[in-house]
């Protein structure tokens, strides 16, 4: 199982650390969800933006649009903070339907955890799109 697609091997919770993974054999992909200002499933652990990208606010106050501006590998260092190999590499906060189409490709399957009140509703919508990928 990948968490959060490797994390602490690159940008983690993005279509890079998920593709990567797959690559190396993941079976499974392990993910947390946060709901976007429009109701957009997104792959994100925390409810803000500030720890991973260049950006600031939560999730859930943000649009699919901006959110999809910010650089998901802006943060990212693997040498304590000397280099940021994954900035301006056009890394961004994927959606859930990006995983799952990415995970169709390899045939693996995904697991994700809603993680606030306010993805209650998307949490329908996200067992929706789930039952539908499964077959």
């Known amino acids: 199982m990948a968490h959060r697609g ?13 593709e990567q993974a797959l690559k ?10 946060q709901c976007s200002a429009d109701g957009v499933l997104m792959v994100r652990h925390d409810p803000f933006v500030e720890s991973t990208t260049d950006g600031s606010g939560f999730i859930r106050d943000l649009s699919l649009a901006e959110l999809k501006k910010l650089d998901a590998g802006y943060t990212w260092t693997g040498d304590g903070g000397e280099t940021f190999p994954f900035r301006g590499q056009g890394i961004t ?11 169709r490709m390899y045939r693996s399957t995904s697991t994700s955890s809603p993680k606030s009140r306010r993805s209650c509703t998307g949490s329908a919508r996200c067992c929706t799109i789930l039952a539908g990928w499964s077959r």
């Open 6 to 18: 490797g994390e602490g091997r690159w940008p983690s919770n993005t279509l890079f650390a998920f």
């Open 24 to 33: 190396l054999g993941a079976d499974w992909l392990e993910m947390d969800i």
């Open 93 to 103: 906060i994927p959606t859930l339907e990006d995983v799952l189409q990415l995970s």
